[in-house]
Protein backbone atom coordinates (compact mmCIF):
# COMPACT_ATOMS: atom_id res chain seq x y z
CA UNK A 1 0.00 0.00 0.00
CA UNK A 2 1.72 3.63 -1.14
CA UNK A 3 1.32 6.30 0.92
CA UNK A 4 2.31 9.98 0.89
CA UNK A 5 2.22 11.58 4.14
CA UNK A 6 2.99 15.52 4.38
CA UNK A 7 4.06 16.94 7.64
CA UNK A 8 5.30 20.57 8.69
CA UNK A 9 2.60 22.77 8.22
CA UNK A 10 1.37 24.83 11.10
CA UNK A 11 0.08 28.73 11.55
CA UNK A 12 3.10 31.08 11.30
CA UNK A 13 3.69 35.26 10.64
CA UNK A 14 4.82 36.38 7.50
CA UNK A 15 8.27 36.47 6.87
CA UNK A 16 8.98 33.53 9.00
CA UNK A 17 9.89 29.95 7.50
CA UNK A 18 8.89 26.26 7.70
CA UNK A 19 10.03 23.06 6.32
CA UNK A 20 7.69 20.95 5.06
CA UNK A 21 7.99 17.24 4.85
CA UNK A 22 6.87 14.19 2.52
CA UNK A 23 7.73 10.67 3.72
CA UNK A 24 6.47 7.74 1.26
CA UNK A 25 6.39 4.47 1.73
CA UNK A 26 5.32 1.33 -0.38
CA UNK A 27 7.16 2.38 -3.58
CA UNK A 28 10.54 2.48 -4.87
CA UNK A 29 10.77 5.82 -3.91
CA UNK A 30 14.21 6.56 -5.73
CA UNK A 31 11.92 6.00 -9.30
CA UNK A 32 9.88 8.51 -8.60
CA UNK A 33 10.13 12.56 -9.35
CA UNK A 34 8.45 14.44 -6.62
CA UNK A 35 6.17 17.87 -7.01
CA UNK A 36 4.73 20.15 -4.24
CA UNK A 37 1.46 21.43 -5.35
CA UNK A 38 -0.66 23.79 -3.00
CA UNK A 39 -4.67 24.97 -2.72
CA UNK A 40 -5.38 28.04 -1.49
CA UNK A 41 -9.51 28.62 -0.28
CA UNK A 42 -11.47 29.40 -3.75
CA UNK A 43 -8.94 28.71 -5.66
CA UNK A 44 -7.75 26.04 -7.95
CA UNK A 45 -4.34 23.74 -7.37
CA UNK A 46 -1.08 25.41 -8.48
CA UNK A 47 2.14 23.87 -9.27
CA UNK A 48 4.41 24.87 -6.59
CA UNK A 49 8.00 22.40 -6.97
CA UNK A 50 9.16 19.34 -8.21
CA UNK A 51 11.92 17.64 -7.93
CA UNK A 52 13.63 14.63 -10.25
CA UNK A 53 14.58 10.93 -9.00
CA UNK A 54 17.48 12.06 -8.23
CA UNK A 55 17.32 15.48 -6.84
CA UNK A 56 19.57 16.74 -9.89
CA UNK A 57 16.80 18.90 -11.15
CA UNK A 58 14.12 21.13 -9.61
CA UNK A 59 11.70 23.31 -10.85
CA UNK A 60 10.17 26.28 -8.95
CA UNK A 61 6.19 28.11 -9.81
CA UNK A 62 7.71 31.85 -10.38
CA UNK A 63 5.96 32.32 -7.45
CA UNK A 64 7.89 30.58 -5.06
CA UNK A 65 11.43 31.09 -6.63
CA UNK A 66 13.92 32.30 -4.45
CA UNK A 67 12.43 31.91 -1.47
CA UNK A 68 10.77 27.77 -1.13
CA UNK A 69 13.47 25.27 -1.89
CA UNK A 70 13.09 21.37 -2.39
CA UNK A 71 15.22 18.53 -1.50
CA UNK A 72 15.01 14.78 -1.29
CA UNK A 73 16.61 12.20 0.80
CA UNK A 74 16.04 8.68 -0.90
CA UNK A 75 17.84 6.76 1.86
CA UNK A 76 14.99 8.02 3.93
CA UNK A 77 12.09 8.53 1.39
CA UNK A 78 11.58 11.67 1.87
CA UNK A 79 11.25 15.23 0.18
CA UNK A 80 11.58 18.37 1.67
CA UNK A 81 10.20 21.79 1.04
CA UNK A 82 12.07 24.59 2.62
CA UNK A 83 9.71 28.17 2.99
CA UNK A 84 11.52 31.00 3.89
CA UNK A 85 10.34 34.57 3.64
CA UNK A 86 6.13 33.42 3.71
CA UNK A 87 3.77 36.10 3.03
CA UNK A 88 -0.51 35.34 3.34
CA UNK A 89 -0.57 34.75 0.02
CA UNK A 90 1.00 31.36 0.60
CA UNK A 91 -1.25 30.21 2.71
CA UNK A 92 -2.70 26.98 1.52
CA UNK A 93 -3.06 23.11 1.72
CA UNK A 94 -0.20 21.75 0.04
CA UNK A 95 0.31 18.44 -1.39
CA UNK A 96 2.93 16.28 -2.48
CA UNK A 97 2.88 13.96 -5.33
CA UNK A 98 5.08 11.38 -6.57
CA UNK A 99 4.82 10.29 -9.90
CA UNK A 100 6.73 7.56 -11.91
CA UNK A 101 5.05 6.07 -15.61
CA UNK A 102 1.57 5.44 -14.72
CA UNK A 103 1.82 5.72 -11.41
CA UNK A 104 0.57 8.86 -10.11
CA UNK A 105 0.37 9.09 -5.95
CA UNK A 106 -0.61 12.23 -3.90
CA UNK A 107 -0.74 12.52 0.03
CA UNK A 108 -3.57 14.30 1.96
CA UNK A 109 -1.65 17.56 2.85
CA UNK A 110 -0.72 19.79 5.37
CA UNK A 111 -2.16 23.17 6.02
CA UNK A 112 0.47 26.35 6.14
CA UNK A 113 -1.30 29.59 7.15
CA UNK A 114 0.71 32.91 7.68
CA UNK A 115 -0.84 35.54 8.99
CA UNK A 116 -0.15 39.39 8.20
Known amino acids: QVQLVESGGGLVQAGDSLRLSCAAS????????VGWFRQAPGKEPEFVAA????????NYADSVKGRFTITRDNSKNTVYLQLNSLTPEDTAVYYC?????????WGQGTQVTVSS
Open 51 to 58: ITMTGRST
Open 26 to 33: GLTFSRYA
Open 97 to 105: NARWLVNDY
